[in-house]
């Protein structure tokens, strides 16, 4: 059967923004309030289009309104739509001013805790009228709905966004000198059990998945390393080496700076591939966008040569962020 094609001249742009911002505030009550409409006004924009594309947009819950599938592979093109028509507007009422261009970018907290700043301090010299909206959510899984552009932490997979590996995960033993020094002269075997572990917990995953995983890789049979403790990101867990305690299984490029100036050290040479990267995701459409395309390009060639940007200095980007 042949694709319908939707007939521009009857678009409902009102039915759109009704339906991004209940999508947004994930309440109509709060929606109505931030659009100046009543609440029955706008319940029945999202109805009809709902009933326009034949499809449900929102599964109302006792205390929840979340997107169906339909509404999340909607809510992404009407926001970007929206944004490019009001930079357009901006542009030409500016009559050519420099024109302010906000990019929503999503990092993992680890990730965003040791390179955010390197990266979007360089990227500001480079691109100064892009502001900033930097958002870290806690978990492995796809980008939010609302971000232009996203490094997530993941598997590779197949999806309708475009993916591009910055790097491949390496999972090495990291601890501090002083257990290095101590424990000198053990074996892999006897140097774990001999000290107290870290864990990264992982979403969906058993609490001890990554030392499990190494325990296989380095054949240590029956070693015992469903023990220790357990944290949510792999900052946490390397702070806590960095303490004097514990034995932290983490990647060693995101953690490279530690090893360089030898506040943590690595005792073994062994390290391990699970299967993880960070990839920056991006939505196809999105790669007309000229701040995203060129974010995306610098990023790439960032970790493509592991090398410092250059840039002229001196610039006004501003870094608005926010932790959801």
Avoid at 167 to 185: K, T, Y
């Amino acid at each position: 059967m042949p694709k319908s094609t939707f007939d521009r001249r009857w678009l409902p742009l009102n039915a759109l923004r009704a339906f991004e911002g209940v999508a947004k505030h994930s309440s109509f009550t709060a929606a109505a309030n931030a659009l100046l409409i009543s609440q029955s006004a706008l319940s029945r924009h999202v109805i009809a289009l709902e009933k326009l594309i034949g499809a449900q947009l929102f599964e109302r819950r006792p205390h929840a309104l979340v997107l169906t599938q339909a509404g999340q592979h909607l809510l992404p093109a009407v926001s970007k739509s929206f944004d490019r028509l009001e930079y357009a507007l901006e542009d030409i009422r500016n009559d050519g001013a420099p024109m302010r261009r906000t990019l929503r970018v999503q990092m993992p907290p680890s990730f965003a805790a040791h390179l955010a700043v390197p990266i979007l301090r360089d990227f500001r010299r480079i691109l100064a009228e892009v502001e900033i909206d930097l958002v870290s959510p806690y978990g492995v899984g796809p980008p939010l709905a609302d971000v232009d552009v996203a490094v997530v932490y993941s598997k590779p997979t197949v999806t309708e966004f475009v993916r591009d590996l910055l790097w491949p995960v390496r999972l090495s033993l990291l601890c501090h000198p002083d257990i290095a020094q101590r424990c000198a002269g053990l074996s892999l075997h006897d140097f774990i059990g001999a000290n107290e572990l870290v864990h990264v917990r992982l979403s969906a995953m058993p609490r001890h998945h990554l030392w499990q995983q190494f325990a296989r890789h380095a054949n240590l049979g029956t070693l015992n390393v469903e023990r220790g403790l357990v944290f949510d990101t792999a900052v946490f867990a390397v702070q806590y080496a960095l303490s004097g305690e514990g034995l932290a299984l983490v990647d060693t490029t995101l953690f490279e700076e530690e090893l360089r100036t030898g506040r943590l050290v690595k005792p073994f040479d062994l390290s391990f591939d699970d299967g993880y990267g960070y990839y920056l995701i991006t939505h196809p459409e999105g790669l007309s966008d000229t701040a995203i395309g060129l974010f995306r390009s610098w990023l790439i060639e960032r970790f493509g040569s592991r090398a410092p940007a250059t840039a002229p200095a001196g610039s006004n980007l501003h870094l608005a962020i926010s932790n959801s």
